[in-house]
């Protein structure tokens, strides 16, 4: 495959990764990690058990931690824990200060500071929850919270009032009621199960509820929201993966946000997942440091679809208290869409969102492709920038006219 830098002229993309070496497939390896035996190594629980989760530890690992992170990372706890698997720990470059997996999950002092229009819950879910633990925004869907736990802990993350239990937020989903509640309203035909992430529950635990939901005639369709995949590939076994296929049509939305998340273990983990039937979509956070960058996220796009997942979404990073200093401009996300769209492959190019401060849902935001229109035809641009005209009548049907491209384009 040919390197296509095309889209950025002569700048570097963060860390000084060239495109092509982006896209390449790398083991985590195991670092610190190396006496470690293959059986420990590839058992998710033992990953669990030994994630790095204080200061201390991660300074030991890490010598090269900042002040800021020092003591953010002192404070985390307190706020949003800190967690970060073996695996993980492993992507990052301990040498680069703004590594973009570091600037992930190592905390930074930054967190405590909370501008005037940052909120603990930005999506309003609180306000749109029937019961404890479920979220009914949309007319269709519920949003169905299983569990506060994730196996590591995004530092942007829009759940943070929740998930880690940190901050006393005393979650607790109660399954019979949100179950109770999906059952009563035959509106509700697509659950996604979310959290923290679901697939921290024993695959027990999960069958359980896969069955309880699967049972109720008018639910049509599972999702389930996991950044397990990357923050910890072991924990997709051939057992769970024969397990969930049981539940189709079951898809799973996966988070990953820089191509270096995709390892060679990574993509060998949503192989299982995609050949167990999963249709497999990808969310990425838009993030300043880290993927505000047209040709990283374009090789995180490509290499997603290498992995067989479809980029679904780029959100524009909600207005969680604490993450001003990893929100990039809404201009960024425009660019980055521009220099996708038409550029590869439609299948690599998600949707631009922002979901709408205090409960408004997501909201697509793309660069302005339709120039004008009147009654007698639609001006389009292209992504050359080249203008063309689509004659259509009143009544929206062509009229005729053969569409024309305009070089010189009459805005009227
Ligand atoms: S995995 Fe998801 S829920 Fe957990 S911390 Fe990250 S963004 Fe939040």
Known sequence: MQADNSSTGSEEPPSGNSFQSLKQFHSAGRGFWHDVSDADWNDWHWQLKHRITNADQLQRLMPTLTPEEFAGTKLANTKLALAITPYFFNLIDPADENCPIRQQVV??????????????DPCGEDSHSPVPGLVHR?????????????????????????VSNATGYDFHPEFDKQIAYIAAHPEIRDVLLSGGDPLLLSDDKLENLLSRLRAIPHVEFLRIGSRIPTFLPQRITPELCAMLKKFHPLFMSIHSNHPRELTTEVRDALGRLADAGIPLGNQSVLLKHVNDDADVMKALMQKLLMCRVKPYYIYQCDLIAGSAHLRASVAKGLEIMEKLRGHTTGYAVPTYVIDAPGGGGKVPINPEYVLCR????????NFEGKIFEYPETADGQPCGQPPKEIVEPELV
């Open 107 to 120: 905390p930074r002092i930054e967190e405590t500071h909370t501008a005037s229009w940052e909120m603990s």
């Open 138 to 162: 949309y007319p269709d869907r519920v949003l169905f919270l299983v569990t506060d736990r994730c196996a590591a802990y995004c530092r942007y993350c829009t759940r943070s009032r929740l």
């Open 374 to 381: 009147n009654a007698g035809r639609v001006l389009i641009r």
